[in-house]
């Protein structure tokens, strides 16, 4: 029996809350299948796992059961986001890492598109007006010409762009280092130039991953370069925004709204007063899971892994230095 | 002094309630202004004007004024649905009627796409959670592929059939006629293919005119026609409505969700069970009202009124048969 015939071992790490994820049942014609769901089920799995597919990225029991990871080449996230994945360990091993970049982008995009016009329209206060039963007529917005920043010119960051630029917006991007010409954004400016393109956007869009460069990036500085006017929409990840800070902003109204799918705490304390806050959409994480996400992520890994078993360059490989992959 | 000289005389018919036009004031410098809020000051105005501007198009006092059109030569509405102007007198008479169109096409258009995303994306539900800071991850839908079937392909049918095409949705369209070819829509079909085609989309757009061939057309046959999943929107007229139908549609789940900008009566009347039906977003006649929008009305009639009175044809002149401009 030589090696491309051999099952590899893959250890699949669900929340202990979730469903064996649909889609992946061929799978087990293809290696054998370990599953885990928290950090004792993982310790007990890893020995002897070539592959490990993490699901969740709420929790992180990898930095426990990691010591016992003896055989280890090959992690895939089935998430955008690396960060809960990328523990000091991994990121200093030579473990490959590889992410779901691709199956969240349009509808991540469709969400940002969705939670402008639903701004600029304003069906928030029409939708407080028909609770009280209320004719209201009122002039709203035209989301035609006005301009969208969005930070992160990866994968996601460019679906947005694509599609809010077919609508007529003008849309910029902020990236680690700035180009003049961009298939996507009419420019892309660098890190640097990022509080004087806050001073110029209608839309401010974080899309960007959570890295050592982006933690933080959004506090009251950034919330006082923005227009008063401005819609803040957060679909990357928490703690790239002091909740804070926006949250004072908000209430000073420094900035006119926000639209946010993910929190610096998930889930949003009950308590939370953003939640209570008429001028802000919360939703649960949710930005990029379409109806049929997980079967798309199940059949995206198990692509890769044909790949990787014909012995093949795999795809989404994640730069551990940058924390996402490059090249987009 | 010759003709072009003369200074016409123009009545500007305005709601009770509502202000001057902002940006008619050039109009004293090119006419003898009179100004009409009702009926009887109509009736003072009318003798020698040759044109009348009709802000109001809620309100019937023209066709108790009308015997007093001595020398009316040209009524301009201010409005993309001419029909409470279109009154009998208007329509066998020879004076020409012209209308907005063009201003309202893109802001109704964005309205369209926004209620298109809000539905898909559940944001209704998202902040119906907000409302009680409930946490709850759901997957939704996506826009991409998704059929919308869009009645009335005229100014502002196609513009929405443009602007939900730009983002990869698949747009067919309703006219009088139907066409396989088509610079906007994915095909045309003609009205008697209404009921199928609304077998087939996802979302379905009213953005016809009230004419007598459009009076009543969606009632519960045509409800009945649609998908239990289907999205109704409803920004043309709301007599083209049977009120009552989409009330027992959407209560018996015959269609999912409706967004409604015009109604059969307006206001809606406060004890409307519209009101409290939580898969209905309501709002108040203003989905093309964007902030200046009375200002680029006073401009397109002003540039109407200087072709007029250098003798050069007017644009937007309604087909009085019709009922709204041809050739879009």
């Given amino acids: 029996m030589n090696d491309a015939d051999r099952k590899p071992v893959v250890t699949v790490l669900t929340a202990p809350d979730e469903d064996t994820p649909p889609g992946l049942e061929p799978l087990s014609g293809l290696a054998e299948v370990r599953w885990a769901r928290d950090a004792e089920s993982l310790a007990g799995a890893l020995p002897g796992s070539e592959v490990l597919v993490v699901t969740d990225f709420r929790t992180g029991v990898l930095g426990h059961a990691w010591p016992k990871a003896d055989k280890l080449r090959w992690i895939h996230a089935t998430s955008a ?8 360990e991994v990121r200093e091993s030579d473990v490959v890492l590889t992410n779901a970049q691709g199956i969240f982008n349009r509808s991540i995009a469709e969400y940002v598109l969705g939670a402008i016009l639903m701004w600029v329209k304003d069906f928030h206060g029409s939708l407080r007006l028909q609770q009280k039963h209320q004719w209201k007529h009122r002039d709203t917005g035209r989301a035609l ?40 954004f009419r420019a892309v400016h660098g890190n640097d130039a990022l509080h004087e393109q806050l001073s110029l956007a209608d839309h401010v869009v974080v899309a960007a991953p ?36 926006l949250v004072g902003a908000l209430r000073r109204k420094r900035i006119a709204g926000a639209a ?38 199940s059949e995206q890994f198990l692509e890769n892994l044909a790949r990787w078993q014909r012995g093949e360059e795999l795809f989404n490989v994640v730069d551990k230095e940058l924390g996402y992959v490059p090249g987009n």
Same sequence: chains 1, 2.
């Avoid at 460069?213 to 227009?227: C, H, N, P, V």
């Avoid at 994480?285 to 079967?295: S, T």
């Fill in 81 to 88: 986001g690396v960060d809960a994945v990328l523990i000091p």
């Fill in 210 to 245: 959570l890295t050592s460069g982006t933690r933080g990036m959004f506090d009251a500085r950034a919330f006082e370069a923005m227009r008063e006017s401005a819609l803040f929409i957060n679909i990357g990840r928490g703690p790239i925004v002091c909740t804070d800070d």
């Fill in 145 to 184: 010409g006005e301009r969208v920043l969005v930070v992160g010119a990866g994968a996601i960051g460019r679906e947005i762009a694509r599609v809010t630029a077919a609508i007529g917006m003008e849309v910029h991007g902020i990236a680690r280092e700035g180009r003049d010409s961009d298939p996507d």
């Fill in 260 to 297: 946010l799918d993910v929190f610096e705490e998930e889930p949003l304390p009950p308590e939370h007063p953003l939640w209570a806050m008429d001028n802000v959409l919360i939703t649960a994480h949710m930005a990029g899971d379409f109806i049929g996400w997980r079967a798309a992520l």
